[in-house]
């Protein structure tokens, strides 16, 4: 497994970019989201000179350009200068915290146990515009996003075909009782595998279906030479899972939103 530096350097370097999003880096990491995700902007990974509130300054300037109101900022142990303080000092909202944890995957010896998983649960590799357009059913409620159009869907087809082939990556889908009900994606950099995405229908919560996807996508990260697991689980939802799967907690990112 990684050491404790190495984890907490690819979680401050790990930045979802969606496609038809519009980024920029300077001073910190902005991205300007598609309206099928809600628009905004997300900001990340402070890296600058400047005083915080120049920073901050920069981001809503940057946000207001874009056309955008809302600007969400999530914070990192590594980011220099921190704007927590400053983000609270001009009223932004604590809205979300997720911990960042982490697990070995492979078949040695001190490996956490296998995930058990119910027998009316399985999961599998998406591969078919079907499977993309049940991933879909489960990704709009559960995110409150716009469903894909028909070419969006072939997009989303088309670049998980290609992740999978060139061994980047995969997008699981679960089941319950044959019911698509779960989904979560993986992604490979520098011997880890990133878990993201991970979402389940309400009301069928608890029967397993996120371990499932979760076993599958340390399945397929050991499969592809990760030797580390790192994802970002809520505290509310997922983070008690991957704990009581052999992640440990390696500390937390908070989400401040702000109305620019």
């Not at 061994?167 to 889908?173: C, E, F, P, Q, S």
């Not at 679960?174 to 993986?186: F, Y």
């Amino acid at each position: 497994m990684h050491s404790i530096d190495d984890i907490h350097r690819a979680s401050a370097a790990w930045v979802w970019l969606p496609r038809d999003s519009d980024q920029e880096k300077q001073h910190l990491q902005l991205v300007r989201y598609p309206a099928r995700f809600g628009g905004g902007v997300r900001g990340s990974q402070v890296g600058s000179t400047a005083d915080p509130a120049a920073v901050l300054d920069h981001a809503i300037e940057r946000t207001r350009s874009w056309g955008e109101t809302q600007l969400t900022f999530w914070t990192n142990a590594s980011d220099r200068p921190d704007l927590e303080d400053e983000l609270r000092r001009r009223g932004a909202e604590h809205v979300d915290t997720v911990a960042v944890l982490a697990r070995p995957i492979g078949v040695s010896a001190i490996d956490p146990p296998p995930i058990e998983v119910p027998s009316a649960v399985t999961a599998e590799i998406v591969q078919t515009i079907d499977q993309v357009r049940e991933v879909d059913s489960v990704n709009v409620p559960v995110w409150k996003q716009d469903p894909l159009d028909e070419e969006g869907l072939r997009t989303e087809l088309a670049e998980l075909t290609e992740e999978l082939t060139s061994g980047r990556g995969a997008r699981v889908l679960g089941r319950l009782e044959g019911k698509p009900v779960s989904t979560g994606g993986c992604t490979i950099v520098d011997g880890f595998v990133r878990l993201w995405g991970a979402a389940t229908l309400e009301d069928s919560r608890g029967r397993g279906a996120y371990r499932a996807v979760l076993a599958e996508r340390l399945r397929i990260g050991a499969e592809l030479g990760a030797t580390t697991a790192l994802v970002k689980g809520r505290i509310a939802t997922s983070a008690p899972i991957l704990t009581r799967a052999g992640f440990a907690h390696y500390g937390d990112e908070l989400g401040y939103r702000l109305a620019v």
